[in-house]
């Protein structure tokens, strides 16, 4: 593994990038990112290993429970259908989870394997099943009732063809978020729990200092915004819409004791693609057995937004529960979180530069997806900023064209 010194010299040797390049750096590139999520921290984490000199900030710490970031656990599958450059990301996420977890020795990384289940239109998982091994990753076809025998916790009514990813599973969210901010710290970096004053004003071809709600002002050769839901607000004329949040529930029914059917050792996480598609994680880390319907939600206010379940939602989980896994019907309701989904129209990520301004980058756009991506996601972030590569055109800004600003409908599981 290369040496900090080496990874120093390595991005200091580099054709600096469009916005670093101008200038003639003596020292390390000193780069501010904004917000401790998924996101953010991990690409702080990859720019401080190559030497950058990375300030984080968060205005309410890592993985906190208004971040998208913040659930208890998030499920990483490499299916994505057609959509086979995020099954290639979600393959690098899984070395890399892997690759943390054997480090620091923390199982943020659970797995159990996932489980798709799919109703009348499987084109999805038809999709999938060819670009997963296309990846070096196993995915296995079950008929509904070799399923049902492998699962008999599971009721296959009305499911036409499962698939089994066995190297997916789930991750304790929050805890790595905050384990990465302590990794950033450990590895050079600095940490801050500050805020930026939103609307954040960038012209003139290059930004130099950030204000921040306390007055005060970071100064810097680069920003990497990872404002999460919080992006719109923080630029509203560049991204105001494009990032929605929207409402989303999680439910946490309690299992009966001593009853391990229900548990990560005999339950993969699962994903129901039916009409809706609805998803859950078995043990979750003794929180409950997880019930989340995926299909958006209304629009939220991610700072003062009610966190509360609604009951209509625990009644149609409920519903859900009985019909799929029959012995829950009655479980108690443990536990709910409200997050939200910060949904880009076309569900894709942002990971480009501010118009006005290329040493500004905005980073976010996860869209109900982005967590499982954090490691693999820093690594590209980091290689942009210091001009080792160029986004992808798909998570670029100038995808929206004139859609501009007005949000259109997502496509999470195209
Ligand atoms: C219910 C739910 C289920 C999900 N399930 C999955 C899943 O199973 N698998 C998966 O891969 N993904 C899933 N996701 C999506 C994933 O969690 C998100 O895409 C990802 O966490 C987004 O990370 P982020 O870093 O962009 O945003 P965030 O985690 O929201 O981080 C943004 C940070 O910016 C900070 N911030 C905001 N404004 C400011 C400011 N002015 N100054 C300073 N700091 C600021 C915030 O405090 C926050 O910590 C799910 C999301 C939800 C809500």
């Given at each position: 593994?290369?040496?900090?010194?080496?990874?120093?010299?390595?991005?200091?040797?580099?054709?600096?990038?469009?916005?670093?390049?101008?200038?003639?750096?003596?020292?390390?590139?000193?780069?501010?990112v904004v917000g401790a999520g998924a996101f953010?921290?991990?690409?702080?984490?990859?720019?401080?290993?190559?030497?950058?000199?990375?300030?984080?900030?968060?205005?309410?710490?890592?993985?906190?429970?208004?971040?998208?970031?913040?659930?208890?656990?998030?499920?990483?599958?490499?299916?994505?259908?057609?959509?086979?450059?995020?099954?290639?990301?979600?393959?690098?996420?899984?070395?890399?989870?892997?690759?943390?977890?054997?480090?620091?020795?923390?199982?943020?990384?659970?797995?159990?394997g996932a489980l798709w289940m799919f109703g009348r239109d499987d084109s999805f998982g038809r999709a999938s099943a060819?670009?997963?091994?296309?990846?070096?990753?196993?995915?296995?076809?079950?008929?509904?009732?070799?399923?049902?025998r492998r699962f008999p916790q599971i009721n296959f009514s009305g499911v036409s063809s499962v698939l089994f990813e066995p190297e997916a599973g789930y991750l304790l969210a929050r805890r790595a978020c905050e384990h990465v901010v302590e990794r950033v710290v450990a590895e050079g970096g600095e940490y801050r729990q500050a805020a930026v004053a939103s609307p954040v004003r960038v012209g003139g071809g290059r930004f130099a200092s950030l204000p921040l709600a306390d007055g005060t002002?970071?100064?810097?050769?680069?920003?990497?915004?990872?404002?999460?839901?919080?992006?719109?607000?923080?630029?509203?004329?560049?991204?105001?819409r494009l990032v929605t949040p929207t409402r989303q529930e999680v439910y946490y029914f309690g299992t009966p004791a001593g009853d391990d059917r229900f548990l990560d050792a005999r339950l993969p996480a699962w994903v129901d693609f039916g009409e809706r598609v609805i998803y859950g994680a078995p043990g979750n880390a003794n929180r409950g057995f997880k019930v989340a319907d995926d299909t958006a939600g209304p629009p939220f206010d991610p700072t003062s937004g009610d966190r509360n379940a609604t009951a209509s939602g625990v009644k149609s989980a409920r519903a859900f529960l009985k019909r799929r896994f029959p012995a829950l019907a009655d479980a108690p309701l443990v536990g709910a979180e409200v997050c939200q989904y910060e949904a880009s129209p076309d569900s894709d990520f942002i990971v480009d530069t501010h118009p006005a301004a290329a040493n500004v980058w905005i980073v976010g756009g996860g869209s109900g997806h982005g967590f499982k991506m954090g490691p693999a996601l820093g690594e590209l972030v980091a290689s942009c900023v210091l001009g080792q590569a160029i986004p992808d055109?798909?998570?670029?800004?100038?995808?929206?064209?004139?859609r501009a600003k007005s949000p259109a409908p997502r496509k999470k599981w195209s």
């Open positions: 593994m290369p040496s900090r010194r080496d990874l120093l010299k390595a991005s200091l040797s580099l054709p600096m990038t469009a916005v670093l390049s101008r200038r003639v750096l003596t020292q390390a590139p000193r780069i501010v953010g921290g991990w690409t702080a984490l990859e720019l401080a290993r190559r030497g950058a000199r990375v300030t984080l900030i968060d205005a309410w710490g890592p993985g906190n429970v208004r971040a998208s970031s913040g659930g208890e656990t998030r499920i990483i599958r490499a299916g994505y259908g057609t959509r086979s450059i995020y099954t290639r990301l979600a393959a690098r996420a899984l070395q890399l989870w892997r690759a943390h977890d054997e480090r620091w020795q923390r199982g943020f990384f659970r797995r159990i060819s670009a997963v091994p296309a990846e070096g990753l196993p995915i296995e076809a079950l008929t509904p009732s070799a399923a049902a002002a970071l100064s810097s050769d680069a920003f990497v915004f990872a404002g999460g839901p919080w992006l719109g607000a923080l630029f509203p004329d560049v991204i105001g055109p798909i998570f670029r800004l100038a995808r929206f064209g004139s």
